[in-house]
């Protein structure tokens, strides 16, 4: 259950409609979705996470799209978001990801989390091969 309400007419504020038309070219579809409708409660909150997400996923980079979105993926899955998970996972699909990728994804998701938390609870030293040279 949401923690607050969307506003009625999101687009009635200037700031919400830029931002709207923006993930709208950038996505080059109409469909807004509800994280950014419910954002729209507060829209310097709005601008930010929209620029900050732009910025990772929607910008070229060393990393392609599909494999960005597996990523968030996978963080949104340790984080237990669960709108996250969904929105990633069907981002990453529409960008290519195989249902045989997608199971890769969760064997890894799986041992990291397993591993993270057995390594967690028994604190080895890290080996100095591991740490950034100064």
């Known amino acids: 259950m949401a923690t607050i309400s969307p506003p009625e007419d999101p687009e009635s504020d200037p700031r919400v409609k830029a931002v ?73 699909r529409a960008r290519g990801m195989t249902a045989a990728e997608q199971a890769e994804l969760m064997r890894i998701v799986g041992t990291a989390a397993k591993t993270n938390h057995i390594l967690n609870a028994i604190r080895p030293p890290i080996d100095a091969a591991f740490l950034a040279e100064e």
């Open 20 to 92: 709207f038309d923006d993930i709208r070219a950038t996505r080059g579809t109409d469909f807004i979705n509800n994280v950014w409708r419910y954002l729209a409660f507060d829209p310097a909150l709005l601008e930010e996470v929209w620029r900050d997400v732009k910025a990772v996923l929607a910008t070229p980079s060393l990393l392609d799209p599909k494999v960005k979105e597996m990523i968030y993926a996978a963080v949104s899955i340790a984080n237990g978001c669960d709108y996250c998970t969904h929105s990633h996972l069907a981002a990453a």
